[in-house]
Each structure stands twice: as C-alpha cells, then as structure tokens.
Nanobody, 122 residues
C-alpha cells in the first residue's frame, strides 16, 4: 500500500509564506509525477502545481510567481513553497502522485493524500 502524507498547513496572514510537504511511503518502484491540488468548500478541486519525473513543471495561473513546487527524489517528497499568500488561497491542499507500483509495464497508480488545510486570514 502506498500512502501520501501532507504536512505544513496552518493559519497564515495575507502576504505570508507557508511550505507544504508531501512524503510518499510504501512499496513502489518510482514516481512518475507529483502534484498539489486544492479545494475550497463548495468549489471544484483544482490543480495548483505539478512536477513530472522529467522535470516539467506547471502552475495554475493564479499562483504563478508566488508558488514554487519542487521534489526531493531521494526522500520521495514534494514541496510547495507558497509566498505572498492571499485570502483566495485558502483551501484544503491535497498531494497527488502517479506511482509506478511494480516493474510491470503500465502498472501505474494514482494516489491522493488526505489533505492539509491552509487558511489565509488576518
């Protein structure tokens, strides 16, 4: 079983910074890609940032220039550095990973973390 565990959420003032971490654990061969999603109450879950094993990075337009996604492959961990936080960034942030479970070709598994709450408020 593969698990993703997020940490780093909390309460922060507008303009402040926060760093989220997500560590993958369990039995797997490798990770194709890791991403951060977020969802506010009543809203759809949206992709915030993604990084592939090839190093390609994408961001949703609303966070460009403020958020930075990075990976530590040795630790199977993805980070989301969030700067200049705004009230509209308030949401539950979910880690997501596309994982290669075994050496079998095409044996990929999408895994979600349970989420960490980020609240931006003065």
């Amino acid at each position: 079983q593969v698990q993703l565990v997020e940490s780093g959420g909390g309460l922060v003032q507008p303009g402040g910074s926060l760093r989220l971490s997500c560590a993958a654990s369990g039995a797997f061969v490798s990770i194709y890609a890791m991403a951060w999603y977020r969802q506010a109450p009543g809203n759809q879950r949206e992709l915030v940032a993604e990084v592939t094993n090839g190093g390609n990075i994408t961001y949703v337009d609303s966070v460009k220039g403020r958020f930075t996604i990075s990976r530590d492959n040795a630790k199977n961990t993805v980070y989301l550095q969030m700067n200049s936080l705004k009230h509209e960034d308030t949401a539950v942030y979910y880690c997501n990973a596309l994982i290669k479970r075994t050496v079998v070709l095409g044996d990929a598994l999408e895994v979600w973390g349970q989420g960490t709450l980020v609240t931006v408020s003065s």
